[in-house]
């Protein structure tokens, strides 16, 4: 299949999930919603914006994904404390206003990523360890659930180039990360080996924790080339109208 097309327009699925999106970043804008504050339930912003549960579910995966929320387990979900990082609705029009290919946007992911996981092991910051671990954990416990494991594969790739040490190296591995949740999360449901995928992250993890950098890259490497294999198999498995190019 060719890499030739631009990216289609989102299914109206993903149209009524960005609904939730934007429903948020308005109240953040609005001061409605500050750092630490609790998002109201799901049943409760599902009849508030006249959504489904599942609608509202996928947009909160988004926003996890951005790092606008986080959930705590047996508290809710909460505005996160960081800054909130809305950019992937306008990276993503830039993608189809310019065709952007999912052959292009691997390649650039491989050029920061390995870099950074390389620069990760270098540098060896301890107290960044511990972010990567837990998700790593988080796409090993949720394997049975795509797109919980998707978010957690986003957090860990940030993670990485938060452990590079390099604050625009990390801005600029935000930004590709947001553009590839969008297109991920409509063929993440039809992943053939999570668990291969997690495998690979904890070997990106160990060689970060050795600090041995030679590795590290390698290993990344490796996981973002059969990464680019395996998404074009599952939009392989799609209607041509939900396929991203």
Known sequence: MSDARPISPPSL???????????????IEEGKLTPGDR??????????????????RAGLHALAAMGVIE????????ITDGPPRLGAGPLSFLAALHGF????????RKVLEVGAAGLAAERGITER?????????????????????LVHDVRFHR???????????LALVEMVS?????????????????KESAEMHRRIYQAIRDRDSERARAEMARHLDLARMAQASEESTMLPSKVVR
Not at 13 to 27: G, M, P
Not at 44 to 50: D, I, K, N, V
Not at 71 to 78: C, I, N, P, V
């Open 71 to 78: 959930s705590r387990q047996g508290a809710g979900t909460f």
């Open 39 to 56: 998002l109201a339930a799901e049943r409760e912003l599902a009849q508030e914006l006249g959504v489904s549960r599942p609608t509202v």
């Open 159 to 169: 993670g990485v180039a938060a452990a590079s040490g390099n604050p625009v190296l």
């Open 178 to 194: 947001s553009l590839v949740y969008e297109q991920r999360r409509l063929t993440v449901e039809h992943a053939l080996d999570l």
């Open 101 to 108: 290919k999912r052959e292009e946007i691997f390649e650039a």
């Open 129 to 149: 360890l511990a972010p990567m671990a837990e998700e790593v954990t988080g796409m090993f416990a949720n394997l049975s659930e795509p797109q919980t494991y």
């Open 13 to 27: 699925e993903v149209q009524a999930a960005e609904q939730v999106v934007r429903h948020i970043a308005k109240l």
